[in-house]
């Protein structure tokens, strides 16, 4: 099944490109890790083949934005139980705020979605469990001139993939192969699991 390195990149890439594309498959909600070993779920939103860059989009307010930008140091883990297919990847994060690829996600996003971006920063603390949305828009959509205000909290966070760690689980054996970013290129290698 996966006997080369191109049969595995090729895997790889697939299932980031599905991951970013399709919110129903296992990858599309990797755990995303910072440089102060913080790990978190996050959505992934696009995987760029030719820039190698995973997209995914964040509160500007995040106590996770001040580390990425002390420490762009990132990795994500990706895990298929079905597949039995695990990637860990490894790259340097960078939070855009007022990037074109920001306006552009902010475009594409729904009121409802824009929503979440209205309310406390992530982390503030609450006497009450509390969603965090200003109470008007508990389950409310709000109109196009409502959201306005949360666009300053909406930032896109990339992440510039330079390595990446793929296993496969077989009851036969297990098979790992790992790749590391040259320039524009990626140089494979088998290694034992």
Same mark, same amino acid.
């Given at each position: 099944?996966? @006997?080369?390195? !191109?049969?595995?990149?090729e ?12 919110? *129903? $498959? ?5 755990t995303?890790?910072?440089?102060d ?8 939103? @696009? ?9 995914f ?6 106590? *996770? ?5 002390? &420490? ?7 895990? !298929?139980k079905?597949? *039995?297919? /695990?990637?860990?990847? =490894?790259? /340097?994060? *960078? $939070? ?7 306006q552009?996600a #902010? ?12 309310? &406390?920063? +992530?982390?503030?603390?609450? !006497? ?5 949305? +200003? +109470? /008007?828009?508990?389950? $409310?959509?709000?109109?196009?001139? @409502? ?7 909406? %930032? $896109? ?5 330079? @390595?990446? &760690? #793929? ?8 098979? =790992?192969? /790992? ?6 290129? #990626?140089?494979?290698? #088998?290694? %034992?699991?």
């Open positions: 099944m996966f @006997e080369n390195l !191109d049969t595995v990149r895997d790889m890439m697939n299932r980031l490109i599905r991951a970013g594309n399709d919110r *129903k $498959v296992p990858m599309h909600a990797p995303v890790v910072t440089a070993v913080d790990a978190r779920v996050m959505v992934l939103r @696009e995987f760029d083949t030719s820039a190698f860059t995973l997209r989009h964040t509160d500007t307010r995040a106590p *996770k934005v001040a580390v990425i930008d002390a &420490d762009p140091r990132m990795a994500v883990l990706f895990y !298929d079905a597949a *039995k297919v /695990q990637i860990r990847a =490894r790259g /340097q994060g *960078k $939070v855009l705020r007022d990037a074109p690829v920001t552009a #902010w475009d594409a996003s729904n009121n409802f979605a824009r929503r979440c971006y209205l309310g &406390d920063g +992530p982390g503030t603390a609450s !006497d009450t469990p509390t969603s965090g949305l +200003p +109470p /008007q828009f508990e389950g $409310v959509e709000p109109t196009d001139e @409502e959201v306005i205000a949360g666009r300053p909290n909406f %930032s $896109v966070l990339l992440i510039t993939l330079e @390595e990446l &760690d #793929w296993f496969y689980l077989a009851h036969t054996g297990h098979i =790992r192969a /790992q790749f590391t970013r040259e320039g524009d290129d #990626w140089s494979g290698r #088998w290694v %034992s699991p």
